[in-house]
């Protein structure tokens, strides 16, 4: 029995004569209120430090699964910074703010699909269990790391302005090891967004064979949808990106071979879902 949508958006009991348990995600339970996760939308307001930098293009084509181009800039990548406040449509988890705000770090890289820029998402961290299960439910390749980050200030001297010459700072520590870090000092304010912050995201839908059918589970690949995008003034300047030796292999393929602009600004979405590209 699939679970039904009461109000808000969050799972209702189950109809009467059902049987077993039902939520929109684990855990399942009688009434649905239970589950990890509640149906989308999602709201996301946040605060995001962004390095642009260079990857080598053929370690970054080797990330991108099949219905995805490097497309017209190959190599283009960036590394973000965030802090984020999230809720569901009728905003209950903002009375608890343990449960609604989190960090994250990622490396998004420059791609194509159909001729449609687009960015891919080959890693990413966040320091909360339901961010993380949101993500596998998406594509993202969340896994669990801690992230901290400069945030500015409007009073006193701990901290920096959003101002000429102000430094904000990111890092991303797994397993007890500092793996990224990152620096902005800004220069200047823009209107023009962050190329990799303002194209969609395409994931893939993969998990693990467990039962054991003849059928293996076929990849698909799939779009974020999202509505309601706002961006704060951006302020962007000189950028500073570093890989640390605190994670091998495949990801430090994509170490920088060059480090662009920064940029720190606020930025807000609401997630609708996602749609299907290929499978």
């Given at each position: 029995?699939?679970?039904?949508?009461?109000?808000?958006?969050?799972?209702?009991?189950?109809?009467?004569?059902g049987t077993g348990p039902v939520g929109y995600s684990l855990p399942l339970s009688p009434t649905g209120e239970s589950a990890m996760?509640?149906?989308?939308?999602?709201?996301?307001?946040?605060?995001?430090?962004?390095?642009?930098?260079?990857?080598?293009?053929?370690a970054a084509r080797r990330f991108l699964p099949p219905g995805l181009e490097p497309g017209a800039d190959p190599g283009a990548a960036a590394a973000v910074f965030a802090t984020w406040q999230w809720c569901s449509q009728d905003g209950a988890e903002l009375t608890e703010p343990g449960r609604c705000q989190f960090g994250e770090f990622l490396i998004l890289l420059s791609c194509e699909?159909?001729?449609?820029?687009?960015?891919?998402?080959?890693?990413?961290?966040v320091d909360q269990a339901v961010p993380m299960m949101r993500g596998w439910v998406q594509g993202m390749p969340k896994q669990f790391g801690t992230i901290h980050q400069s945030r500015p200030v409007t009073v006193g001297r701990?901290?920096?302005?959003?101002?000429?010459?102000?430094?904000?700072?990111?890092?991303l520590t797994v397993h007890g090891r500092r793996v990224v870090e990152a620096s902005v000092t800004v220069e200047r304010s823009t209107d023009q967004r962050p190329v990799l912050h303002d194209v969609p995201l395409a994931h893939t839908l993969a998990f693990p064979e467990w039962v054991t059918s003849g059928d293996r589970?076929?990849?698909?690949?799939v779009a974020s949808e999202v509505s309601d995008v706002e961006f704060s003034t951006i302020w962007t300047g000189s950028g500073d990106l570093a890989f640390i030796d605190g994670l091998e292999g495949d990801f430090r393929t994509l170490a920088p071979l060059e480090t662009g602009a920064g940029h720190v600004f606020s930025y807000g979405e609401t997630l609708q879902g996602g749609r299907l590209l290929s499978d």
């Open positions: 029995m699939t679970s039904s949508i009461g109000i808000h958006g969050r799972p209702s009991a189950a109809e009467p004569g996760l509640t149906p989308p939308p999602w709201h996301f307001s946040g605060e995001v430090i962004m390095v642009d930098y260079r990857v080598d293009p053929d699909f159909e001729g449609r820029p687009m960015a891919r998402c080959p890693y990413a961290w701990a901290g920096s302005r959003l101002a000429p010459g102000g430094r904000f700072d990111g890092a589970p076929r990849p698909k690949l």
